[in-house]
């Protein structure tokens, strides 16, 4: 079929939905013009735009005006505070949004526009049915270019587009899939022309995102807008969510009581991330990364504490190419070794389909509505923007005429970036290799509501819309979407990367909708179930590092506020024989790197404070507070599906605080104190909640093992140091050790007299009933390991060293150090600090080795698969 008949069809077809927009659709001849008086007040049309509010002739259009009726209600200052509101509870929440390049990375906040996107319910009817339709077709084509290929053999799609692109998988044809359901998640964006008719502007096949985003945006403005949401009977999005669990399980090999499903990310740096964990729990489907995956006898199995679990079906959120470096992608770092071969048995099923980009690619636009003549019968109901592919030599005629008039885009994914150096180099580029090459017409996008500095402006706006497929009724489409903003008015093209900004999108009813909940009522017959060992093993490590972080910033911030406020000015020279312990631990923690090689620093005081001050603050410093607070928040980040928002609040004020203000680069020792002092409050929250908020299962085990192997480590440091030091009989010495480890008021409580070395080091060191003692963390560590999965034999060396640390520490008597400090360095206190500190990061390296990576099928795992 040749491009101009594409062509012609295109057109035809996308005159059938004029009728669905409004008669007061603005045209490309309206004049900008602004409406005086309320929140309309600077509210300018754009000329050659379609306006979702206001007809040309500056009438609000009738599916907003109730909206805008209730803004006005409110007036620009209430607006204002619930735009806060809202911006507060995305931050509170971490919803986030990855930039590439931005300095904030993981913990950019996600861009919301408060003011909701509104489709009249008559309008969206007619975008549905274009909707499953597009989706329906697609997936045939799909169907047969990975089946007979009989579309290329008659000549309907050039094998040039199918064969020449790079997201045709040629290991995934023949292979078969449930339902023949190539396309179970498919996203579209869609803008409006200036005519006020919907086009189809791209297609996303290979992985469909923000579904999770579009469910997050609801949530905070149905929050900050409760009443304009419940009066316009707004369709809910857990009817679609529930859709999307019944259809995954209905794909599983296995009975879908038994399925196991599972979301494949590509890891915390994806732009996406939050999407992805917020997804998996709201689904209630594990997180996993293809680290956590392994393939045995062509099944597919989950890697966790208690062995291998076998996985039944797979959400996958890493590009298809880059799932199986055996049979794909060599070089790929983030998919499982034979997993291809585990589709192609049947045992394991990805959604969406590997090789489901190739739809993706923008060449497809201009064979569509032929194909869906051909294959549906009926002619396409939702166009596309008009597309050449330069493979067809009528289509590269046009483009070339019109290259000035035209977008020109690479035609597949990975194919090479357009050339630099004009019109000329561009079109001999083209004429060179035509099927790399693309042009579509240029989309001025219609622009709608948004709110800015206290008042409704109108800015470019598109339409991303969702859709999963649905074995009774071929698909079904999410009600309402993902409204994104061009961060310009008058842009044509929107991107969050470059700075856009999203909107809720609303789909009134006339009449209150149903309540849809994703929890199933299961009547009387529950299978109870307290915790498990199904711990991935990816997220055992992280737990136990973020314990292991969370106590080392503790430590980190005791020692420094200790140091600064024992520091003076006047008098530093007097002052280092009571820091060097702390200094020295600090050195040896890696805060203080080389201070004891630095003896410039202990004659000058500025330096000294400088030094100090960066330990707390440098970001790009290895070691510093807020080097250490930064590696707790992404450690957050990589268990956000099993933590609460509470705790990443918590953990977030604790980065915002140590972050020095632009305005303010340089921060005083006093302030730095009270720094200090919240971050440790901060901590302390943290840590309450984590011992008070998290079941006893296997990811608290993990996170308190971190952080009492942590603090015995500190601890052990701090009292080697002590007792080296030549004045450690300085009562304020052992003061600030009392200080540091927490323990002055119950040495007070005990002693009613200076502080001794016996003493604080009997309370820091030996006493098995102080929470903050070195034994107290061994022996809680050795609970701890009664408790871990008894089917590693590699779990012994960690225990043994536990065993022989405690018993050492139960051996050795405080009141030896009663005697002349001369004897101290040969003492039996002192060699068990040693043997102490030596055995402890034997400890650690022997339980990475036996519970985070595993190799073992569990017995669960093997009886369920047979």
Not at 25 to 53: H, I, M, N, V
Not at 151 to 177: E, K, M, N, T, Y
Not at 690 to 712: I, K, P, S, V, Y
Not at 808 to 818: F, I, V, Y
Request: some cysteine.
């Amino acid at each position: 079929m040749s491009e101009a008949e594409n062509r012609r069809q295109d057109s035809q077809q996308s005159r059938m939905l004029q009728s669905q927009s409004q008669s007061s659709a603005g045209g490309p001849g309206d004049e900008k013009k602004s409406l005086p008086g309320g929140l309309l007040a600077g509210y300018r049309r754009t000329a050659g735009a379609f306006d979702e509010l206001l007809s040309k002739k500056g009438e609000v259009t009738p599916h907003y005006a109730k909206l805008l009726e209730e803004l006005e209600a409110f007036g620009p200052a209430e607006v204002e505070r619930r735009a806060d509101a809202g911006h507060r509870f995305v931050r509170e929440h971490g919803i986030t949004y990855n930039v590439y390049g931005d300095p904030r990375g993981m913990e950019r906040p996600w861009q919301l526009d408060p003011i909701p996107f509104l489709i009249a319910p008559e309008e969206w009817r007619a975008l549905e049915a274009g909707l499953i339709q597009r989706a329906t077709l697609l997936n045939k084509i799909l169907a047969d270019c990975y089946g007979p290929q009989e579309l290329i053999r008659s000549r309907w799609l050039s094998p040039a587009l199918v064969f020449g692109q790079p997201d045709f998988l040629r290991p995934c044809h023949g292979i078969r899939v449930p339902e023949d359901s190539f396309l179970h998640f498919y996203a579209v964006d869609l803008a409006r022309s200036p005519d006020g008719r919907w086009w189809v502007v791209s297609d996303r096949t290979q992985i469909p995102t923000g579904a999770g985003y579009a469910l997050a945006n609801r949530l905070v403005t149905s929050r900050i807008l409760p009443e304009p949401f419940r009066d316009h009977h707004v369709h809910r999005l857990a009817g679609f969510f529930l859709a999307v669990q019944n259809s995954l399980a209905r794909l599983a090999p296995r009975q879908a009581d038994k399925a196991r499903v599972v979301m494949l990310t590509p890891g915390p740096h994806n732009e996406t991330y939050f999407e992805q964990a917020y997804l998996a729990r709201y689904l209630g489907y594990m997180l996993v990364e293809g680290q956590d995956l392994t393939v045995r006898d062509n099944h597919v199995f989950l890697k966790t504490l208690s062995g291998l679990e076998r996985v039944d079906v797979i959400l996958r959120r890493v590009d298809d190419d880059f799932c199986d470096p055996l049979e794909l992608r060599n070089d790929s770092m983030l998919g499982v070794p034979g997993l291809v071969e585990a589709v192609r048995m049947g045992t394991v099923v990805i959604s969406n389909a590997l090789g489901a980009g190739l739809v993706q690619s923008p060449a497809f636009m201009s064979f569509l509505p032929g194909l869906c003549r051909h294959l549906l019968g009926e002619p396409l109901k939702l166009p596309s923007v008009a597309t050449w592919w330069c493979g067809q030599k009528e289509a590269r005629a046009h483009v070339l005429e019109n290259l000035d008039k035209l977008i020109v885009k690479p035609a597949f994914r990975t194919s090479q970036n357009l050339p630099e150096g004009g019109r000329e180099k561009l079109k001999r580029r083209i004429e060179f290799d035509p099927d790399l090459f693309v042009a579509q017409e240029r989309v001025e996008l219609s622009t709608a509501p948004s709110w800015e500095k206290n008042r409704l402006v109108a800015q470019p706006v598109s339409l991303r819309v969702f859709l999963v497929a649905d074995g009774a009724c071929g698909y079904r489409v999410m009600p309402g979407g993902l409204a994104r903003i061009a961060p310009e008015s008058g842009g044509s093209f929107i991107s969050m990367q470059r700075g856009g900004s999203s909107k809720d999108a609303w789909v009134p009813s006339a009449t209150p909708v149903e309540e849809v909940s994703l929890l199933h009522a299961t009547g009387q017959n529950v299978e109870l179930r307290r915790t498990g060992n199904n711990l991935p093993s990816r997220l055992a490590d992280n737990f136990f590092w973020l314990g292991r972080y969370s106590e080392r910033a503790d430590a980190t911030s005791r020692l420094l506020r200790s140091a600064l406020l024992r520091f003076n000015p006047e008098r530093i020279g007097g002052a280092m024989e009571l820091l060097a312990p702390l200094l020295q631990t600090l050195e040896s923690q890696g805060q203080l790197p080389g201070i004891s090689a630095k003896p410039e620093l202990w004659n000058n005081a500025e330096a000294f404070e400088a030094e100090l001050l960066a330990a707390i603050f440098d970001p790009a410093r290895p070691g510093s507070l807020r080097q250490t607070a930064d590696h707790l928040q992404r450690l957050a980040m990589l268990v956000r599906d099993r933590t609460s928002n509470d705790m990443w609040r918590v953990l977030s004020q604790i980065d915002d605080r140590l972050a020095v203000p632009p305005n303010r680069p340089v921060m005083l020792a006093g302030d730095a104190v009270g720094v200090l002092n919240q971050t440790l409050l901060g901590l302390a929250a943290f840590h309450g909640l984590a011992r008070e908020n998290m079941t006893r299962a296997q990811a608290w085990r993990f996170l308190d093992m971190g952080l009492r192997l942590e603090r015995a480590v500190y601890l052990g440091t701090l009292l080697d140091a002590t007792l080296r030091a030549p004045d450690a009989e300085n009562s304020s010495l052992l003061e600030a050790l009392l200080e540091v480890a927490d323990c002055g008021i119950t040495f007070r409580s005990r002693y009613n007299l200076l502080p001794t070395v016996p003493a604080v080091f009997d309370l820091v060191l030996l006493d098995d009933k102080n929470p903050r003692s070195v034994l107290f963390q061994v022996e809680q560590l050795a609970k701890h390991f009664e408790r871990l999965p008894k089917e590693r034999g590699d779990a012994a060396p960690g225990k043994s060293v536990l065993e022989n640390c405690r018993a050492r520490l139960e051996q050795t008597d405080a009141r030896e150090l009663a005697g002349s400090p001369l004897k101290w360095a040969d003492s039996a206190v002192a060699a068990t600090l040693k043997q102490v500190l030596k055995a402890l990061p034997q400890l650690s390296d022997a339980i990475a080795a036996s519970y985070f990576a595993h190799s073992e099928i569990s017995r669960t795992g093997r009886g369920e698969e047979q």
